[in-house]
Each structure stands twice: as C-alpha cells, then as structure tokens.
C-alpha cells in the first residue's frame, strides 16, 4: 500500500503547489494547467492503482462510512418530514406510481418472507407466537365473530358462484361416477 502512496506523493505536491502559487496570485491559466496535470496523473494505471489501494485501506474505509446520525437525519428530513409525507400522499395517489411501487416492494417482501421462512430460528419464534395462549383466544375470538363468519359466508358464495369453480367441481363429480360406475361394472360381472 505504501508503494502507491509514493505514486500520490507527486499528485499531493502539485496539488500543494497549485495552491500555494494559487494564492500568491497565480494567473488562473496556472490553476488550469495543474488541475489539467493532477487529472491526467489519476487517470493512468498507477494513479488508478494508488486510489484503489488508498480507498481499499481500513482506516480510509471507516472515515468514508457514513455517521449513523447522518443517516437518521437524512432519512427523517427527507420521508418523515411534512414535505415528505406530503410527497407520498401526493404521489401515491397517482395509480401509476402506487403500482410500480407495489411491484417493486412485492418481489422484495416475498423473496423476504421466504427467506424467513427458510430460518429456523424465525420459524421457532413463528410457533411460539402461534402457541401462545393469549394468541389461540385471539384468533379464536376472530374465527367466532359475526363479521368473520360473514366474510367467510360471503367468500364461500361467490367461490360457489365462480364459473370456474362450477367447472372444477363438475369435472370431479363426472370422474367420481366414472369410477363408480368402472367399479359397480367390474364387481357386477364378476358374481
């Protein structure tokens, strides 16, 4: 690592230079033509080699990290803000962008509940939670209510309405007579 420090040593001293001439009242010509120099150095392999190893170097890497407070302040001005749920009211009324939102926070949820799923750990707390007395009174409460059972009426009619599910059943019924009948023929011949 240190090798490459000795190819920015050169870049770090011109850039030294350009300023110091800089503020001895250099012409601006001056500036350019360094700046032009300084730009022409990094872009070759050694000056590339020298950043790469410079940003690759821990201590660097934990000066570029972002403060966490930085990160929470950004975040709380830019979503949390008045102007931010101004934004997201706005826009997510625009059914355009409320889908292309919802596509793309889907196919992320779902890979996410997958992958939890595939957990043990997350699927111990899932049983856990399910096992819980205070949650069987809870979701039995909800299973015995008026609304619930309302719903569950008025799903069953409309699956019951379904084209499709009229199709389906009336496919089984016929395949079950035709086993009836293939069993009732096969046992009849037999005696």
Not at 108 to 131: A, F, N, S, W
Request: proline share 3%; net charge negative; aromatic share 6%.
């Amino acid at each position: 690592m240190y090798k490459n420090f000795y190819l920015l040593l050169p870049v770090l001293l011109v850039l030294i230079t350009g300023c110091a001439q800089n503020e001895a009242g250099a012409k601006e010509s001056d500036y350019d033509e360094t700046k032009k120099m300084v730009v022409d150095i990094l872009k070759t392999d050694d000056g590339k080699k020298a950043i790469q190893e410079v940003m690759s170097d821990d201590a660097m890497k934990q000066q570029l990290v972002m403060d966490q407070t930085v990160v929470s302040d950004t975040i709380e001005k830019t979503l949390v803000s008045d102007k931010g749920t101004e934004f997201w009211k706005k826009n997510l009324q625009d059914p355009k962008f409320a889908e292309s939102v919802a596509t793309s926070l889907r196919d992320e949820h779902e890979k996410l509940i997958k992958d939890l799923m595939k957990d043990p750990e997350y699927r111990g707390m899932m049983i856990e939670v399910l096992q819980d007395p205070e949650m069987e009174k809870a979701v039995t409460k909800i299973l015995k209510s008026k609304e619930y059972r309302e719903h569950l009426q008025k799903v069953m009619t409309e699956t019951f309405e379904s084209p499709l599910y009229q199709a389906k059943v009336q496919a089984l019924l016929l395949k079950a007579a035709g086993e009836i009948k293939e069993g009732g023929g096969k046992e009849g011949g037999g005696s």
